[in-house]
């Protein structure tokens, strides 16, 4: 069975930081892999889809990369901002499941 | 650009009453999904729906059911509500089948307590 986890559960930042969210994942037989961000009380908005064939993919200040064979995705902020405070979740659809596996998410506070 | 819609926004129903989530999208997505979300478990998938016509379970399917009234809504129904289904509920569309590469777009949510 798929397990997605997302380290660290919480993370604050000074306004200005490069950061990066960690997204790892058990097996490696993977379709694609989602990153959503979910503000408080609202639902989810996708932000990057990475299929498996790809390594990485960028829009904006975002990029997000993807090392299937150690189970690991990345998603890279540059030049954080406050706006950019919200909950980022990673979901994969594995190929063997027919549902998307989601991690419990970051929490992201960007401190003005 | 209303997206997908989801109604009611909050519920509380007591032990043993039964409600219909709503859910509704614009965007002529052939594929639909019903997920809940608890304080530490991420999303689960209860049910989803490749097609108009056509319900499949996901991981969590047990005390629920649901229609595909047509291409633009799909409904969940608690037919007895426990308060293990205490839960936020989202509901998500996509252009493609299960296994194509569209990302999936989704509703606020509707919260919903069971005393």
């Known amino acids: 069975k798929q397990e997605v986890t997302q380290i660290p559960a919480a993370l604050s930042v000074p306004e200005g930081e490069n950061l990066v969210l960690n997204c790892s994942f058990t097996d490696s037989a993977i379709y694609n892999l989602q990153w959503f961000r979910q503000d408080p009380g609202k639902g989810l908005t996708s932000l990057l889809l990475i299929q498996s064939s790809q390594r990485e993919q960028t829009s904006g200040r975002l990029n997000a990369s993807l090392d299937k064979s150690s189970g690991r995705s990345t998603l890279y902020i540059a030049a954080s901002q406050p706006g950019d405070s919200a909950t980022y979740l990673c979901a994969v659809k594995s190929g063997s499941a027919r549902q998307l596996t989601f991690g419990s998410g970051t929490q992201l506070t960007v401190l003005p | 650009n209303a997206g997908v819609t989801q109604t009611p926004k909050f519920q509380v129903l007591k032990t043993g009453q039964s409600m219909t989530l709503q859910c509704a999208q614009d965007m002529n997505h052939n594929s639909m999904y019903w997920y809940r979300q608890d304080p530490g478990m991420g999303l689960r998938l209860i049910y989803y729906s490749a097609s108009e016509g056509t319900t499949d379970k996901g991981e969590v399917p047990n005390g629920y059911n649901v229609s595909r009234l047509n291409k633009r809504e799909f409904s969940l129904r608690l037919e007895s509500a426990a308060p293990s289904q205490t839960s936020v509920y989202f509901c998500?569309?996509?252009?493609?089948?299960?296994?194509?590469?569209?990302?999936?777009?989704f509703g606020d949510g509707t919260r919903l307590s069971i005393l």
């Open positions: 998500a569309s996509s252009l493609g089948q299960f296994y194509s590469n569209q990302p999936q777009h």
